[in-house]
């Protein structure tokens, strides 16, 4: 079989370079291109010295990745904005895209331009190929995303809360409150320099930010739910800065009609066919550790004793099952591969 | 004056070396004994390096410690039980004690033996003391603290919890839902050796335990909190350990009928002349590195839009404020000492 | 072809669970066993919730492994004594080992019996199997492995020596002064529980132990270089505790007639074909961070001006090439299959 | 007694900050300004948050500094040419300073150009003022600190090898090899951003810079060095980055006559009176966690075995012995306070 022929866009930034190396010992693909605005010229290897020997090719500028033909398949690792602006040129030659960015994740365009826009980008850079779109949370749009050309590949944190609580809708459970209170990694803010990143700032500190309503992937969470739900979901979320590299770990509180054990009976037969969903039990909560450097998701339910909330417990990578990975996945299911081929390790 | 002569049962615990540090350059007091089962014999800076010069005491056994009559304060580090069980005879001599232990923190006994008891400790070691000891919240009990002779010193999660919530229910704020998700650092754990505390599985780790209705910091919560409410209350804590040495952030989710701002307006003007408690703005969320270290407890409110819950952020050392440094806030409460007096640093 | 079939013994040790991951993923070989002693019928994934849908096999004993016939190949992860003693057996027949501990590492018996012999161990449990082992450093030792049915794998701390020196001996370069000053992350210190491998004190600290001539990978960096030298060769090596999980970085010192550009050359000569080693240049030093999770060890070579020592820097995953990276290494070459097989990622 | 009036420039670096918050508890100062060029009108507790009830007074501009006339002793942490610059007309005023920077560390001004200077500074901004200038090693020029106007604050790094080395020099020990292996937490990078300080990428790394005979702390270590042994001093000075916040380790391996222990002896006579030097058994190396915090230098010496280089360890926290409590330890002796006063923490 002739191997899928892949270009990324923005290979520098954290989830460019780590899909970069997945998808260097995939298989079944062949890396075309990786471009950079900022690092055009320069080779891969020299910006991430751990991919040498893995991918040593030379930065090639946006513009030219534009003007590839013979490929099947654009990552884009961009920025919101910025990433539709490059990809709406590369959709009109055919060619598939997955955007790891926010720019097609949300439907409805006032939504976008409240929580995207602004002086400098009043307007979605494409809003004619929204509907085009697929939100690429694989679990649950697989046969939309086997026919799909754009995916919209879904926030970190976004993952993290829509898998444990969407078989709950779809099973017709009634939940009506949601508090989702999560936990990332560094390298979740990105490789751009910022002062509460700088090392002696993170490190031996721990810090919430943008909590309640005020985070940018809370209406892609809410879409997701309302749609699961039928209705308008609203919900509480709260990030915070953990001093890791790598990982997320969501503590959400819902009031529910059903217990713990119900909701993890649910969730198990739910995904019970799942390679990268492991529901575990009350006993052996998700930790970090356990899912860090691998496209799994782990999952599970406790708390709902004395009238209190029921309390779901998820953990993932937020480089791969919460980017690069999931992303890869996707394109495991466009592409007709397996869809783990890449993604074990 | 005459400096107060102290004496510390369980000094080799992290509360407890927290504890000789800053007794250690206190001007009004002076350490006449230092105690521990394990390391009996051996030099306190032998146990911690770091105290080299700072107190290099020999370590005398508990029967030893008990025999002491020249001591005006007694402060025990030891594991609930254990701390009880040695107390009694020093109180019986009239000698001030201040436990960290939960031992006389629980004034419903049957709740005491709920949580704490077990074929090996089936009973409360000191029932008729109960009564005698008081909640050692500095901010909130100081004048029983200057006349107690026994002092329940609070879990340093409870610190973290109470000091936002009693103000406002002390003004008569209604809150029906409280749910509080809160982060330690691993010293919390103490000193003990454990799997998950072993170095490699903490380290770039983050995890839940002992979430919703647990762990047993819970029912001294809900002991204070139902005395400020004036009804019975109960709530959710869901405690995670942080891959950092000391600290602690609670995010605390309240329904409740007043806005995020009036919140901290209650709050500021509760607080206004406390030397502890730092209220800070929405805009200005508590981290842990700006309280590590010291025995201040950094609070703001925030969220509460959209119908969503208010939620209370406060960050405190875990061995500080959380334990050793409120436990000397006390001891100068009760000596009638500068209440700030070896706390600043 | 038929797979490799594989025993593990010491399956709960980081390396047998680093091992296990790999092999698991690796497309020529299948787990016939995993083995543990204090885990005895409980699930690998009980032990380590990481293998969870990995590995979740039920843990033999080492008595019911050592029965095992149909086997191909047994890894052993165990320490030294107890890893000789159940091998012994195993080797009897004629099955191949590859033997992580040191008890086939060192040729001269006196030699090991003054660096790992106590009163509990007072002897070698199998000298008259010394011989046959090879040592397992694949580049240098890949014929002899190929053909050697007991592998030496050598210890994490020697690979990051001796690879950067080797090629300098063979090539005929004088070297009269080594110093190793070497930095470890935490998980090279094992799975048991010490107080110096405690979160809170090993966390935020940095420490040398055993620094000088007393470490036991001392005597076999020194027997390789000797036996590399043609002469006895004696050396400084200085361990440190490095608070992160993975990774060795070792700066050697070294006193030459050549300088580090000429070494840069012979090195690079010497691995042009090596897929595990890569050179790099001086203005691009090696990393813990571009090797962890790899099987890869970064060497580069500066300093010697103003006639001061030539300065080696090399960096390795303590956990992967310097123990079952390397190990499964060896049991590529020693079964005939691609050497990279299982390792990439 | 008056309180000695201090003002600060540079507060806003981390060394200011850390300056800053001893001062504030220190019983003889006040502390009259805080200046800072970048944040100029904003209060330093905006921008160090922890620094809020500690120093809360606006910051205003170092032409504003230079102006003030009521002030006894001015600190610099103000990079290396702009401290010298700024510092000129304030030691005009007959104001004492003490610089944290490099400017009048070295008494050869041609090493001086050869290390510091480049086209944006090609010259020394105050050449006449640097045989004035005390080196302010506390231990070693006491004397000549008492009487001084300028006082040159020694390197951190700098500090950590000297200090086990001079008392060698000055008992007439010979020594002909010197190689500094030192590892340094995070913060002696400063509060400038940069890629390799930026937490996902100096987080679970390691890595050396500047090794060999590059790093700019190296010429003040020969001067000083050269000076004890009345000779010219040249040495392999190995810096790496360490993952933590604070702390320095330097491992130092040196070629000599006598014995580690012999080492010990003197080194213990020396320093026998010294309030921030505790010298360690063999046994007992120093570690980083033992002196984070403190004005302790910690230091030990061993190996010299089998005819191999003797080794010292030493440890300090790079923030206060190896900065700002060395400035705040000599401003003690300047001013004839208590040498430890604001320094026991």
Not at 261 to 267: D, L, N, S
Not at 315 to 338: C, T, Y
């Amino acid at each position: 079989m002739a191997k899928v022929k892949i270009g990324i866009l923005g290979a520098t930034s954290y989830t460019g370079a780590e899909l970069v190396r997945m998808l260097a010992f995939h298989p079944n693909v062949v890396i075309s291109y990786v471009s950079s605005q900022s690092y055009e010229g320069k080779r891969l290897s020299d910006i991430f010295p751990a991919l040498a020997g893995i991918n040593d090719r030379v930065l090639i500028s946006p513009q030219e990745a534009q003007k590839w033909t013979d490929i099947d398949c654009v990552f884009s690792c961009l920025p919101h904005a910025a990433s539709a602006d490059l990809l709406v040129p590369i959709i009109g030659k055919g060619i598939k895209v997955i955007d790891l960015s926010a720019d097609f994740r949300i439907k409805d365009i006032s939504v976008y331009k409240k929580w995207y826009c602004d002086d400098k980008h009043p307007d979605h850079p494409a809003p004619h190929l929204i509907d085009k779109a697929v939100f690429g949370l694989s679990e649950h749009y697989r046969e939309e995303i086997a026919g799909a050309s754009i995916i919209a590949n879904p926030g970190c944190y976004v993952t993290s809360v829509l898998l444990p609580l969407l078989p709950l809708y779809k099973s017709g459970v009634k939940i009506d409150m949601i508090i989702a209170d999560s936990k990332s990694g560094v390298s979740g803010a990105g490789r751009g320099l910022k002062q509460n990143t700088h090392f002696p700032e993170a490190h031996e500190n721990f810090s919430a930010y943008a909590i309640g309503h005020k985070h940018r992937h809370t209406p892609e969470m809410e879409q997701e739910l309302s749609l699961a739900a039928k209705k308008p979901v609203i919900m509480t979320f709260s990030p915070h800065l953990l001093p890791i590299n790598r990982g997320i770990l969501s503590t959400i509180y819902i009031n529910t009609n059903i217990s713990a054990a119900e909701c993890t009976e649910i969730i198990k037969k739910h995904y019970v066919n799942e390679p990268f969903v492991r529901v575990r039990e009350a006993s052996d909560l998700p930790q970090i550790a356990n899912i860090v450097h691998t496209n799994y998701c782990d999952i599970a339910f406790t708390g709902g004793t004395e009238g209190l909330p029921v309390i779901a417990v998820s953990a993932l990578d937020n480089l791969v099952k919460g980017a690069s990975g999931q992303a890869l996945q996707n394109m495991n299911i466009m592409f007709g591969l397996a869809e783990t081929a890449g993604l074990l390790r």
